[in-house]
Every structure is written in structure tokens, then in C-alpha cells.
């Protein structure tokens, strides 16, 4: 943990940076066992830096903001928790999130259940299950503006079926 933030004290109470370490702080049990073990992963978007693919939990993850970086937007970014087989956590906002088995540009991984909780005292607390249009048909997680916490369980690779020799 041993994170000492320089200069926020002026901030005021309802500054988005806030309601972060607030979340922050319930998930740091969940944290504190993940981290050093290669199963949690950071985005934050700055400038000409908007895309991401980074590996875990035996899946790529593609990430983009939803929104260019602007001086009075919340810059996007996630946290991102490898806390099962198959199983995630994503914490965040602005950034949109696919999975594949494959460094390809192609989502190729359907989710199982996505739902949208938060953490209270370390503890998942769900909220609503999402589906359809919500996860772009189960492909994608959407942290929209607003800070948001969800749970998704995928269902690994979909393979394309061939039909008469064509895709």
C-alpha cells in the first residue's frame, strides 16, 4: 500500500478523487490479498494515452476511455482485479473493457454474468445484474461516468461455428 499523495489536502470534500480512496478503502482488504501476486491492474488516462492491452488472469484485456481527455473531465481509468478463474472485478470509470484469449483486436471471450455491487468491509455486495445492450451483448464492461464497481465471470473463448465451409 504505501501510497503518500503530495498536495490533495485542499481539495474539496466532493472532489472524485474522494469518493475513489472511499471505494479504496473497502476494497483494500480484496487488494491487499491480490496484490504482488501479478492479479491487479491499473489504467489512468493521460494525454496521447487512451488504449491499453495488458494480460491477466490468462486473458488480454483491451481497455479505452469512453471520452478524450479533457482539463473539466474526470480523467478514465480502472482498477482491475483478477479475483477467481474466469472471475473479475473492475473498479472505475470512463473506460470500456473486453477480454480475449488472444492479443487480437477482436473481443473473443463471452461473459457468464456481469453484474454492477461495491465493497462493504472487504465484502462483495451485489447490486444488479446486467445484460443486452448494457455489456454490448455480453462482450463488454462499461464503467460509464459515474464511478462504478462490477463483477464478471466469463465464459472463455467462443469459437465461431463453421457452416458449409464458410464463417
Known amino acids: 500500500m504505501c501510497y503518500a499523495p503530495f498536495g490533495i489536502d485542499d481539495m474539496a470534500i466532493d472532489h472524485p478523487l474522494g469518493e475513489s480512496y472511499a471505494l479504496l478503502s ?29 494480460r491477466l488472469g490468462g486473458y488480454y484485456l ?23 478463474a474466469d472471475e ?9 473493457v473486453q477480454f480475449s484469449t488472444v492479443p487480437s483486436a477482436q473481443p473473443d471471450v463471452e461473459f457468464l454474468w456481469l453484474e454492477t ?3 462493504v468491509d472487504g465484502e462483495w455486495v451485489s447490486g444488479r445484474r446486467l445484460n443486452g445492450d448494457e455489456t454490448a451483448h455480453g462482450s463488454t ?9 462490477c463483477r464478471v465471470r466469463l465464459n472463455g473463448a467462443v469459437v465461431p461455428i463453421r457452416h458449409l465451409g464458410r464463417w
Open 26 to 54: 473497502q476494497m483494500l482488504p480484496v487488494i491487499a490479498e491480490l496484490q504482488g501476486e501479478g492479479r491487479t491492474a491499473g489504467l489512468l488516462q493521460q494525454a496521447n494515452h487512451e488504449q491499453w492491452v495488458t
Open 117 to 119: 455491487g461495491t465493497y
Open 141 to 149: 464492461v462499461r464503467l460509464g461516468d459515474d464511478l462504478t464497481v
Open 88 to 96: 473479475f472485478v473492475l473498479a472505475g470509470r470512463g473506460v470500456d
Open 62 to 84: 483491451r481497455a479505452k476511455t469512453r471520452h478524450p481527455l479533457e482539463r473539466e473531465r474526470v480523467p478514465g481509468g480502472a482498477l482491475i482485479l483478477a479475483v477467481g
